[in-house]
């Protein structure tokens, strides 16, 4: 079984701060892992992903993320928030042979 | 590349209507396609697997028979909701992967609709 635990459902940050969206995953195989960022009444938009290459993954828009398996955590930053940064953001697990699994998203506010 | 378009963006119909909502992938054919759907402010479910020449696999508690999938090319799948009640007006998302369901799902833009 596969699941995923997106610990806070809304964020709020300055611009020029940095950002912290956590993400706990449980699964049964060797999982893949994505980040997708969905702004309002629009579609998904990958801003990385994990498949058990290097355990910190850097994506588009200065995200980045570390996959890190002992504490089955894989959370999202970024040095320095950006207004255009607020949004939905969708942390993912997939295990192998298994189906997208989206967790409850969280959404991030930047304050001016 | 890898681009995925959905169509309508939004539509209003009314209940007891059936409505269609074509996803088609743009510059790549895709053998699988999956649907979703998103109620507001929570995050995305999936309802159905689709695959190219087949009939698609349902989840859970997603009724086949109001929910019609179509997917009849590599780059064309179709959602159609059967005789549409107020409780089905959601977000629609469509994705679609290359080279087998358990590759990278490139999502849609998404189709909103509204059942009055």
């Known amino acids: 079984a596969q699941s995923v635990t997106q610990l806070d459902s809304h964020v709020s940050v300055s611009e020029g701060t940095p950002v912290l969206l956590r993400c706990n995953y449980s699964s049964s195989y060797s999982p893949s892992l994505f980040w997708y960022v969905q702004h309002p009444n629009k579609g998904l938009q990958l801003l990385l992903k994990?498949?058990?290459?290097?355990?910190l993954v850097k994506g588009i828009n200065g995200f980045e993320a570390e996959f890190k398996k002992s504490e089955t955590s894989f959370h999202l930053t970024k040095p320095s928030a950006h207004m255009s940064d607020a949004a939905e953001y969708f942390c993912?697990?997939?295990?192998?042979?298994?189906?997208?699994?989206f967790g409850p998203g969280t959404r991030l506010s930047v304050l001016p | 590349g890898a681009v995925v378009s959905q169509h309508p963006s939004w539509v209003i119909c009314k209940s007891g209507t059936s409505v269609k909502i074509e996803c088609r992938s743009l510059?790549?054919?895709?053998?699988?396609m999956f649907w979703y759907r998103q109620f507001p402010k929570q995050s995305l479910m999936l309802m159905a697997t689709s695959n190219e020449g087949s009939k698609a696999t349902y989840e859970q508690g997603v009724e086949k028979d109001k929910f019609l999938i179509n997917h009849a090319s590599l780059t064309l799948s179709t959602l159609t909701v059967t005789s549409a009640h107020p409780e089905d007006s959601s977000f629609y998302i469509c994705?679609?992967?290359?080279?087998?369901?358990?590759?990278?799902?490139?999502f849609g833009p998404g189709t909103r609709l509204t059942v009055l």
């Open positions: 994705s679609a992967s290359i080279g087998g369901p358990y590759n990278e799902q490139f």
């Open positions: 993912v697990v997939r295990g192998y042979g298994q189906n997208f699994v």
């Open positions: 994990y498949t058990s290459a290097a355990t």
């Open positions: 510059d790549f054919q895709a053998t699988t």
